[in-house]
């Protein structure tokens, strides 16, 4: 199954607020594991960063200014998510924004029925913790030292490792197909993995009677 692996950096934290989005981050996932495909953009807000988001993400209005708008890349980035699973940590924040950016340019929201929330996952599993994605990475022993700000694609990637041990797959799913593949080109006795037989040499043998007999005269059971 393939995954999509999405975060957002904005503005503000309201879209009541007219807080817009100033990056999309998204890794792919097939069958938990990640591809090679990415999407990534950073996003002119048209408005000022609010100073709390600023202090999160770093994204200054002059850098943001010279970036393209959410029109400019909507159709790649909908081609990108189109018929995938979304995974996303508190997805009605990311998903609030998106669909508000998609309803400002006329085009049709997207569906939270096939969005996988690790924030509700995380509740789940952990009651009355802290469950940000930094506890959750300290939880799971996953180095988050790059994290100085929030960006998109690194909180992607450390999400998409959250994720995985909040299902209990400890490593990447295998993919059977392939190793099956993989299989069909090997020669027939060439084995993936084996155990070496080590046999007992003849005076091996012959010492282990003499103890049998020297040690098991007794019956130990009476």
Same mark, same amino acid.
């Given at each position: 199954m393939k995954e999509i692996i999405l975060d957002t950096e904005t503005t503000g934290l309201s879209v009541r607020e007219g807080h817009r989005i100033v990056e999309i981050g998204c890794i792919e996932l097939d069958n938990l594991n990640i591809t090679t495909k990415t999407f990534h953009t950073y996003l002119n807000p048209e408005r000022k960063v609010s100073e709390k988001a600023f202090e999160v =993400?770093?994204?200054? #209005?002059?850098? @943001?200014?010279?970036?393209?708008?959410?029109?400019?890349?909507?159709? #790649?980035? /909908?081609?990108?998510?189109? #018929?995938?699973? /979304?995974?996303? =940590?508190? %997805?009605?924040?990311?998903?609030? =924004? !998106?669909?508000?950016? !998609?309803?400002?340019?006329?085009?049709k929201k997207i569906s939270s029925e096939n969005v996988v929330d690790t924030l509700v996952l995380a509740r789940e599993k952990f009651p009355g913790s802290s469950i940000n994605? #930094? %506890? @959750?990475?300290?939880?799971?022993?996953?180095?988050?030292?790059?994290r100085t700000h929030h960006t998109a694609l690194i909180d992607c990637e450390l999400l998409s490792k959250v994720y995985i041990n909040l299902l209990d797959q400890k490593e990447p799913t295998l993919n059977f197909q392939n190793q099956e593949n993989e299989n069909l080109k090997r020669d027939k006795n060439d084995n993936l993995y084996f155990k070496k037989i080590i046999k007992p040499t003849p005076s091996e043998i012959d010492l282990h009677k003499d103890y049998l007999k020297k040690n098991l005269k007794k019956n130990f059971f009476n």
């Amino acid at each position: 199954m393939k995954e999509i692996i999405l975060d957002t950096e904005t503005t503000g934290l309201s879209v009541r607020e007219g807080h817009r989005i100033v990056e999309i981050g998204c890794i792919e996932l097939d069958n938990l594991n990640i591809t090679t495909k990415t999407f990534h953009t950073y996003l002119n807000p048209e408005r000022k960063v609010s100073e709390k988001a600023f202090e999160v =993400h770093g994204y200054t #209005d002059e850098f @943001l200014s010279k970036q393209k708008k959410f029109l400019d890349v909507v159709d #790649d980035f /909908l081609n990108f998510i189109k #018929d995938k699973r /979304l995974v996303i =940590h508190n %997805a009605e924040f990311d998903l609030s =924004h !998106l669909n508000n950016e !998609l309803t400002l340019i006329g085009k049709k929201k997207i569906s939270s029925e096939n969005v996988v929330d690790t924030l509700v996952l995380a509740r789940e599993k952990f009651p009355g913790s802290s469950i940000n994605l #930094d %506890a @959750l990475c300290k939880r799971y022993r996953i180095d988050n030292s790059k994290r100085t700000h929030h960006t998109a694609l690194i909180d992607c990637e450390l999400l998409s490792k959250v994720y995985i041990n909040l299902l209990d797959q400890k490593e990447p799913t295998l993919n059977f197909q392939n190793q099956e593949n993989e299989n069909l080109k090997r020669d027939k006795n060439d084995n993936l993995y084996f155990k070496k037989i080590i046999k007992p040499t003849p005076s091996e043998i012959d010492l282990h009677k003499d103890y049998l007999k020297k040690n098991l005269k007794k019956n130990f059971f009476n």
